[in-house]
Nanobody, 122 residues
Framework: QVQLVESGGGLVQAGGSLRLACTASGRTFSSVVMGWFRQAPGKEREFVAAISRSGISTYYADSVKGRFTISRDNAKKTVYLQMNSVTLEDTAVYYC???????????????WGQGTQVTVSS
């Protein structure tokens, strides 16, 4: 079992930055791939980024590539999502997830956090 708790969400102005964190407890953190997803009101959940167990490999949705950075600290059992140059379209509930592979589909992940709201204002 892996329990995930997100933090760092809030209100940010367009063009600004925000860093999300997701801390895990339970089984060995370094044995799972970590991902970030988001869901905007009225829209389906979508993949944002993923990172391999070692942190060497990262994957991004085209919509965030070049603006967001995913990283992890296995000693702290924490994965981060640094969000830069945010736009109104980044407003969503952001979820971290843990699973066996770095997939872009939600069903490829076994464990989910409760989500943290990110609201971008103009």
């Amino acid at each position: 079992q892996v329990q995930l708790v997100e933090s760092g969400g809030g209100l940010v102005q367009a063009g600004g930055s925000l860093r999300l964190a997701c801390t895990a407890s339970g089984r060995t953190f370094s044995s799972v791939v970590m991902g970030w997803f988001r869901q905007a009101p009225g829209k389906e959940r979508e993949f944002v980024a993923a990172i391999s167990r070692s942190g060497i490999s990262t994957y991004y949705a085209d919509s965030v590539k070049g603006r967001f950075t995913i990283s992890r600290d296995n000693a702290k059992k924490t994965v981060y999502l640094q969000m830069n140059s945010v736009t109104l379209e980044d407003t969503a509930v952001y979820y971290c997830a843990a699973g066996p592979t770095a997939g872009i589909r939600g069903y490829e992940y076994d464990y989910w956090g409760q989500g943290t709201q990110v609201t971008v204002s103009s």
